[in-house]
């Protein structure tokens, strides 16, 4: 499960590397964090994701949200009890979760990111202090996009990103499963296209890609 990713970049770049010229100055800056972890009960924590607006004739805008769709779940010391839990990864998407969201391009997204992390095998703590990780970035890019869902919830916005069996790269270290990533031609089908073509998109990347177990620096790309 991936369960933090890293944003190293601008909004303004992110918004090119989608093929869209960003309406805003060059420094402006959104109130999410470089590093993103899944957002909480009693800590909301944001994203930022690309989306159609449902204005005009519908541009590109990139918005912050919380990570983690909202859901119940039962206490396993009291089943009856029913516990908050935000859920960052897609992977069911025919299930009630996931697919209002799949099935409707406006409940589409792009997520961005420049690195993504999944927990190391060796477990202990990397250099950062924090639960050793295994981090993956795509050659080429510098800025990626997972394919992402999102839905209007109480607290506001909130997105996950779909995952998908892990390619060669991934495997040896996340056995389970690894996030979708869009190829950028696949960028606009999958914010449009029909609920067949984005099923289609849901697959394991076979672009090239890096990993390192080092940290990234904060403008690493």
């Known amino acids: 499960m991936c369960n933090r990713y890293r944003l190293s970049a601008k909004q303004a770049d992110v918004m090119r590397a989608c093929g869209y010229e960003p309406p805003y100055p060059e420094d402006v ?45 039962a ?3 009291d089943p009856a009890t029913k516990l908050d839990k935000y859920v960052t ?7 009630s ?41 795509v050659s080429g890019q ?9 839905r209007p919830t109480e607290r506001g916005d909130a997105y996950a990103f ?9 495997a040896p270290w996340h056995p389970k499963a690894m996030p979708a990533i869009l190829h950028p031609r696949d960028l606009t089908t999958w914010l449009d296209g029909s609920a067949d073509e984005a099923l289609a998109l849901v697959r394991p990347f076979d672009g090239e890609m890096r990993h390192q177990v080092a940290t990234p620096d904060q403008e690493a790309a």
């Not at 792009?110 to 970035?137: C, N, S, Y």
């Not at 779909?162 to 991934?170: F, K, R």
């Open 162 to 170: 779909c995952t998908t069996a892990p390619n060669d790269m991934v």
């Open 75 to 77: 206490s396993k010391r």
């Open 97 to 137: 979760m996931w697919k209002p969201s799949i099935v409707s391009p406006e409940r589409r997204c792009l997520v961005p990111f420049t690195w993504f992390a999944e927990p190391h095998p060796d477990g202990g703590k990397g250099d950062d202090d924090k639960p050793k990780q295994m981090w993956f970035a």
């Open 29 to 73: 800056t959104f109130p999410v964090p470089r590093e993103i972890f899944p957002t909480g009960k009693k800590t909301a924590r944001h994203g930022l994701v690309v989306r159609r607006s449902a204005r005009g004739n519908r541009p590109l805008e990139a918005q912050a949200m919380e990570w983690g769709f909202p859901t119940k779940v």
């Open 142 to 150: 510098k800025i990626a996009f997972f394919a992402g869902l999102w």
């Open 89 to 95: 990864n897609a992977r069911n998407l025919s299930s």
